[in-house]
C-alpha cells in the first residue's frame, strides 16, 4: 500500500547493551542489505549475525544482530527489517542515516503501528493498546492494555456490531422489498436494540477504571509552607527525593513521583514552593500552576500542620479543595498537637490522618485511607476503553436510544447505520457494502 | 464538416434521456438506433418505479426528463410502494402499457426541435487528438459530432441463451452491436462481461387467474410525474407461487440452464435471480413468488414476473405445467438470458464523460448498471455534460447529498462495478431527505437554470413550492392548544388530517404529494436539520483548496499510483481529489493533513 520505506530507533535514546533500529517498506530489504554484511546466508524471520557496513566511507563500524520479515509476515505488513546494534546513540543514528542515504525516510511517530493499521494488520482499537502498553503505568495496566491488545475490547465491538448489522439487513430487506413480504418481527428488534444498548452502557462503564490502571491516579501535595508536604512525600515515597528544610520555600519546581498501591499507581506531586499567600511574583506564579495542577489532577492530600493552630493560609487551602477529592492529614504529631482534629473533620468534610512525616508514622493508613478514597472498583473483564472510543461508544448510545424511541423503520434504520458507523470508528472500518451483501445472502429476493 | 452536435448511439431509456436533454440544451442532437420501431422498449419487466426506482424517476422528472410524463400517458397499474411505512421509503411504481410506452416515447422525442432520430447500426467511434468526433455506421456512413453518447445497453456484443443454445442478439429477434464492441476495446477501454434475464411471456387466455390473488392497483394512484394531475389503473396483476415440484424439474434440468452448465461468464444481477438461481441458493424455500403483469391493454401478452429462467425450452413449458393456474398457460415468447459487454465506470468522470476518449460519455447498462430509471438518470446527466462540454460551461456534477443520481453515479466512479449495479435507497446516506415528494424542490431550480425545464412548468413548480414552504412554516410557527402545530403532530396529539384542517385553505395541499412533503418535513425535522449540518462540514471540509504549486510527489505516505493520479488531475480542492478512482478515505484524510501544513509553513515562510 505504502511506496515509501521508513525507518526510526525503536528503543528510547541513551546508552545500554543493545538498541534496536527498524526499517520497514518495499526497499528495507535492499537498504538493510547495503548497511547490514550477514556473516550467513539471510533467512527471513531468523536472527542473523553480521557487520554493520558503512558504505560512503567503506569500513565496518559495529556488529550485531538483523532479523528480516518478508510481507505481510511481518509487524507492519510490509517487507521490515529489525537491526538490533550496541545501545550507543552515535551508532543508532549512524544506521539511520545511512538508511536515509539509501533512500529510505525518517519514520514519523506511531508511523510503523500506523502502517500495521493501514496493511490491514490490526484495528484501530489494537493500535491503541500498542501505544497503551508502552505507556501503562503499573503492572495491572500493562496486563489490561496487552489483553486488549489481544482483542478483548475488539472483539467485544465487532460482536455488537455484528448484531446490529443484522438487525440493520432485516430492516433494509423490509424496506427495500416490500413486494416480498417480509415483515421484520418487532419485539425481537427492540430485544436486540436494548441488549446493545446495555452492552454499550457496560463498556462505557469501563472508562474511568481503564483509565485509572493505565494512567494511574494523579495526586497533588497541597500545604501552607513549612507544613511537611515534602517530608511527608519523601517519607511516602522512602528515600530522599526533594530538599528537606526549614526555610519555606526552597523548591519551586513540583516534583512527581509514582508508587503502586494495590497495582494502582498513584503519581504525587509535591507542590513545595506553594505558598496561599504569596508575597511575590515569583510566589504568585507558583499559586497559579498548583491550582492549574490540581484542576486536571484526580485529587489532593492536604497536609495541617499539627504543631500550629489553623491560621489564615490553612483556611484558603481548606476553601480552594472544597470540591476536589481529598485525603487529609495533620502532619507532626510528633510534637505536641495544636489543634482539633473535630475541627477539621468540620471543615473539609474527611476525617483527619495522624502522621508524623519525621518518624514515618502513621503513613499505612495513609495509603489504606488513599486506596479507599481513590482506588476504583475494578470489573474483571480485562477491557477498558480509551476517550477516543468512549466518545464514540457515546453516539452509539445516544443512537440506539433514539432507535427505540422510534417505530418508523425508516427512522430505527437511520439511527441503526449510525450506531453500526459509530461502532466502526472505533474498529477503524467503515463498510458500507455490507449491509447489501448481506441482505442478498440471507435473503431470497426475487422482484 | 460537423453534422450535428451531439449524437447519442441508442435509443432506449439511457439513449432517450440523454437525447432529449442535449437536445433540449439547445444543441442539435442525432439519436441513432438499430431499429426505430423498438425506441423505448421496455425489454424486461412492464414497470417503472418501485423502490429508489420511484425516488429516480421521481429526480428525472424535476430536472425535466421523459421517462415520467410518458411513463404517466401509458401507465395502467399504480401502487404506490411502502404506503404503510414513513414518506421517505414510499415510492411511486406504474405498469406500463409497453406498446403504448414505445409509440409515445417515440412520437414524443419526433416533436422535439432540433432531434432527429435515426435508425442505423453504429461500427465505430470517430476519434481525433483523443475526442470523440463523430461515429461511423455498417453502412460506412460517417457522421461528424462534437460529442458522441453510447447507450447500448445488452446490445453491446450481446449474446442470448436459452438452455444449450446461445446466438448473438441484443434482444430477442434484434441484432448484436459487435463492431462497436470491439472498437471501444480497441480505443482502449476496459471491459467486462454481464449477465442479466428475462421471464417467458404467458398468453393472458391460458391462465387460471381463480388459482391467483388479485393485486389491484391503489385505489387513489400516485403519477410517476410532478406534472401530471390524474392516473388511472386500467388492468389488475395477479400473485401467484411455485413449489416443490417445480423445484424439483428445475432441479433435476440445472444442468441444461445456460447459467449452471458454465456456458455465461458474466456475473447476473443478485436482486433479479432467475428462477433456477433462487432454487440453487435457497434450497430450504419452498415456495417463490410469481407475479402476473400484463403487457399492455391491447395485448394478451402476460409478463411471468419471478420465473426468468435460461432452461431450454420444453424444461420452461415443463415447469409451468406443475404452477396452478399455469398448467395450461401458453409461451408466447420463452425466456431466456443474456450476456453483453459493460466497460468498468472507473473510467468515468462524474459527469460520465470517459477518462480515454474526451468529449465520449457513456450511459445506462454499458456502465454495469440495471434497471430502466438507472439508465434514464445517467443518460439525463450524460446528455446535460455533453451539452455543457460543447457550450464550453464547467461539467454538472450532481453530489450524493443532494439526489439518488448523484448518490449513482459516485458509486459507479468511485467504485467500480463487478456484478449489474441496482439502486437501493440504503445505499443513500441521507434516505429521509432524498425522498419522491421533494424530488423537484432539489432539482428542478437547476433543472431550469440548465434550460431543461420550460418557463410554464417551472411557474407550476414554484406555485408548488411556495405552498408547501409555506404551509411547512405554519406547522412549525403556528400553534394548536398551546403547542406547534409541527409537535402536536409528531407527539401523536392530533393526525395528519387534522394539522392540514389547521392550515388556511390557500396552503392546503393539493395531491397527495404534497400531503407527504408536510409529513415527512415534520416527522423527521430533527434528522433534516441535523443532515444539513452534516452536509456543510462536508461542503466546508471538501472545498479545502489544494495549492495549485503544491507538489504531490513529496506527499509522504501516498501510493505512489495516487500520487500520479493526483498530478495528472491536478484536483482543485479536496471534493475533487475525492472523485479520483482509487482515492480512499485514509488517503484523502492524510492528503487533508498535509495540505494544511504545507499551508501553514508557506504562511511562515512568507512572514
Known amino acids: 500500500m505504502f511506496e515509501d520505506t521508513i525507518v526510526a530507533p525503536a528503543t528510547p535514546q541513551g546508552r545500554g547493551a543493545i538498541s534496536m533500529v527498524r526499517l520497514s517498506g518495499p526497499e528495507a530489504f535492499p537498504i538493510a542489505e547495503a548497511i547490514f554484511k550477514p556473516s550467513g546466508k539471510i533467512a527471513t524471520r531468523k536472527a542473523v549475525y553480521g557487520k554493520f557496513y558503512d558504505f560512503t566511507q567503506g569500513s565496518f563500524f559495529d556488529e550485531g544482530i538483523a532479523i528480516f520479515y518478508r510481507a505481510p509476515h511481518s509487524y507492519t505488513g510490509e517487507d521490515m527489517v529489525e537491526f538490533t546494534p550496541h545501545g550507543n546513540p552515535i551508532i543508532v543514528w549512524k544506521i539511520v542515516e545511512l538508511a536515509t542515504a539509501k533512500g529510505a525516510r525518517l519514520a514519523r511517530p506511531g508511523e510503523f503501528t500506523y502502517r500495521a493499521f493501514l496493511n490491514g494488520k490490526m484495528d484501530l482499537v489494537r493500535a491503541e493498546a500498542v501505544e497503551e502498553l508502552v505507556e501503562a503505568q503499573s ?28 438487525s440493520a439487513v432485516l430492516l433494509e430487506t423490509e424496506i427495500e422489498f416490500p413486494d416480498e413480504g417480509i415483515e421484520i418481527n418487532r419485539d425481537e428488534l427492540r430485544k436486540t436494540l436494548r441488549d446493545s444498548l446495555s452492552s454499550v452502557r457496560d463498556l462505557l462503564s469501563l472508562f474511568e477504571t481503564g483509565k485509572q490502571l493505565l494512567e494511574g491516579v494523579t495526586l497533588v501535595l497541597v500545604g501552607k509552607p513549612n507544613s511537611g508536604k515534602s517530608s511527608l512525600f519523601n517519607a511516602i515515597l522512602e528515600e530522599e527525593r526533594a530538599i528537606v528544610t526549614e526555610v519555606p520555600g526552597t523548591t519551586r519546581d513540583f516534583l512527581r513521583e509514582r508508587i503502586i498501591i494495590d497495582g494502582v499507581a498513584f503519581i504525587l506531586i509535591d507542590t513545595a514552593g506553594m505558598n496561599p499567600e504569596p508575597r511575590d511574583e515569583i510566589e504568585r506564579e507558583g499559586m497559579r500552576r498548583a491550582e492549574l495542577l490540581l484542576r486536571e489532577a484526580d485529587g489532593a492530600i492536604l497536609i495541617l500542620d499539627g504543631a500550629k493552630p489553623l491560621e489564615p493560609p490553612d483556611h484558603k487551602l481548606i476553601n480552594l479543595l472544597s470540591k476536589h477529592n481529598k485525603v487529609v492529614v495533620i502532619n507532626k504529631t510528633d510534637l505536641p498537637l495544636q489543634l482539633e482534629p473535630e475541627e477539621v473533620k468540620s471543615l473539609t468534610g474527611e476525617s483527619p490522618l495522624l502522621i508524623s512525616a519525621k518518624k514515618r508514622q502513621g503513613l499505612e493508613g495513609l495509603k489504606k485511607a488513599l486506596k479507599e478514597k481513590f482506588i476504583l472498583k475494578q470489573p474483571a473483564q480485562g477491557l477498558y476503553i480509551n476517550s477516543r472510543q468512549r466518545i464514540a461508544l457515546k453516539r452509539a448510545e445516544e443512537h440506539l436510544l433514539r432507535a427505540l424511541e422510534s417505530e418508523a423503520p425508516e427512522i430505527v434504520a437511520q439511527e441503526l447505520r449510525e450506531a453500526i458507523l459509530s461502532l466502526e470508528e472505533i474498529l477503524g472500518k467503515i463498510t458500507p457494502q455490507e449491509v447489501l451483501d448481506n441482505i442478498f445472502s440471507r435473503f431470497c429476493i426475487g422482484k | 464538416m ?40 421496455m425489454s424486461c419487466n412492464p414497470s417503472i418505479g418501485g423502490t429508489a426506482k420511484g425516488q429516480l424517476v421521481r429526480e428525472i422528472d424535476a430536472m425535466g426528463g421523459a421517462m415520467a410524463k410518458v411513463g404517466d400517458r401509458c401507465g395502467i397499474h399504480y401502487r404506490l410502494l411502502n404506503r404503510k411505512k414513513g414518506p421517505a421509503i414510499q415510492a411511486p411504481r406504474a405498469q406500463e402499457d409497453k406498446a403504448c410506452y414505445r409509440l409515445a416515447m417515440k412520437h414524443f422525442l419526433e416533436e422535439v426541435p432540433g432531434l432527429v432520430l435515426y435508425q442505423g447500426i453504429v461500427t465505430r467511434v470517430l476519434v481525433k487528438e483523443g475526442r470523440a468526433s463523430g461515429v461511423e455506421t455498417l453502412e ?54 454481464l449477465k442479466t434475464g428475462t421471464p417467458m411471456r404467458l398468453h393472458a387466455d391460458t391462465i387460471d387467474y381463480s388459482k391467483f390473488q388479485p393485486q389491484e392497483g391503489d385505489p387513489d394512484p400516485v403519477p410517476l410525474s410532478f406534472w401530471t394531475r390524474e392516473v388511472k389503473n386500467r388492468i389488475v396483476c395477479y400473485l401467484g407461487y411455485t413449489n416443490e415440484e417445480v423445484h424439483r424439474i428445475i432441479r433435476e434440468n440445472l444442468h441444461r440452464s445456460a447459467l449452471y452448465s458454465g456456458r455465461i461468464v458474466g456475473i447476473g444481477p443478485r436482486y433479479c435471480p432467475s428462477i433456477e438461481d433462487k432454487i440453487v441458493k435457497f434450497p430450504h424455500h419452498s415456495r417463490h413468488h410469481i407475479f402476473l403483469e400484463p403487457e399492455g391493454v391491447e395485448t394478451k401478452e402476460v409478463y411471468a414476473n419471478g420465473l426468468s429462467s435460461s432452461l431450454p425450452y420444453e424444461v420452461q413449458e415443463k415447469f409451468l405445467r406443475a404452477i396452478p393456474g399455469l398448467e ?17 465506470p472507473t473510467q468515468l468522470t462524474h459527469s460520465l464523460e470517459t477518462r480515454i476518449v474526451e468529449n465520449l460519455f457513456l450511459a445506462g447498462q454499458i456502465n454495469g448498471t440495471s434497471g430502466y430509471e438507472e439508465a434514464a438518470g445517467q443518460g439525463l446527466l450524460a446528455g446535460i455534460n455533453a451539452a455543457l462540454k460543447l457550450k464550453g460551461k464547467p461539467p454538472l456534477i450532481l453530489p450524493r447529498e443532494l439526489s439518488y443520481i448523484g448518490v449513482m453515479v459516485d458509486d459507479l466512479v468511485t467504485q467500480g462495478v463487478d456484478e449489474p449495479y441496482r439502486l437501493f435507497t440504503s445505499r443513500a446516506e441521507r434516505r429521509l431527505y432524498l425522498r419522491a415528494d421533494n424530488a423537484d424542490i432539489r432539482l428542478t431550480p437547476l433543472a431550469h437554470q440548465l434550460g431543461l425545464v420550460g418557463e410554464e412548468e417551472y411557474r407550476e413548480f414554484l406555485k ?64 433534516l436539520e441535523k443532515e444539513v449540518r452534516v452536509a456543510e462540514r462536508i461542503k466546508k471540509e471538501e472545498s479545502l483548496e489544494i495549492p495549485q504549486e503544491m507538489d504531490f510527489s513529496t506527499v509522504e505516505g501516498l501510493s505512489t499510483e495516487l500520487k500520479e493520479k493526483l498530478s495528472r488531475y491536478r484536483p482543485r480542492t479536496i471534493a475533487e481529489a475525492r472523485r479520483i478512482p482509487g482515492m480512499t478515505p485514509a488517503a484523502l484524510a492524510l492528503l487533508i493533513g498535509r495540505i494544511r501544513e504545507w499551508k501553514k509553513r508557506k504562511s511562515s515562510e512568507n512572514s
Open chain 1, 139 to 166: 503492572f495491572e495496566g500493562v496486563k489490561l492494555s496487552f489483553s486488549q491488545l489481544q482483542g478483548s475490547l475488539s472483539k467485544r465491538v465487532e460482536e455488537l456490531r455484528e448484531r446490529l448489522l443484522s
Open chain 2, 2 to 41: 460537423i453534422d450535428t452536435d451531439v449524437i447519442v448511439v441508442g435509443a432506449g431509456h439511457a439513449g432517450i434521456e440523454a437525447a432529449f436533454a442535449s437536445a433540449k440544451m439547445g444543441l442539435q442532437t442525432l439519436l441513432i438506433t438499430i431499429h426505430l420501431e423498438t425506441v423505448g422498449q
Open chain 2, 140 to 193: 460506412g456512413i460517417k457522421i461528424r459530432a462534437g460529442a458522441v453518447i453510447l447507450t447500448p445497453g445488452t446490445f453491446l456484443n450481446g449474446l442470448i441463451h436459452i438452455g444449450e443454445r446461445n446466438y448473438p442478439s441484443g434482444r430477442a429477434n434484434e441484432p448484436a452491436s459487435i463492431e462497436l464492441a470491439e472498437n471501444l476495446k480497441e480505443l482502449g477501454f476496459e471491459t467486462g462481461r
Open chain 2, 328 to 344: 395450461d398457460a401458453v409461451m408466447m415468447r420463452p425466456g431466456y438470458a443474456i450476456e453483453y459487454d459493460f466497460a468498468n
Open chain 2, 464 to 527: 408548488r413550492k411556495e405552498r408547501r414552504e409555506r404551509a411547512r412554516a405554519y406547522f412549525f410557527q403556528e400553534k394548536h392548544k398551546g403547542i406547534p402545530i409541527a409537535r402536536a403532530y409528531t407527539s401523536g396529539k392530533i393526525s395528519l388530517k387534522e394539522a392540514i384542517s389547521l392550515l388556511p385553505p390557500e396552503l392546503r395541499p393539493e395531491n397527495q404529494d404534497e400531503e407527504r412533503f408536510l409529513d415527512a418535513e415534520m416527522r423527521y425535522s430533527g434528522y
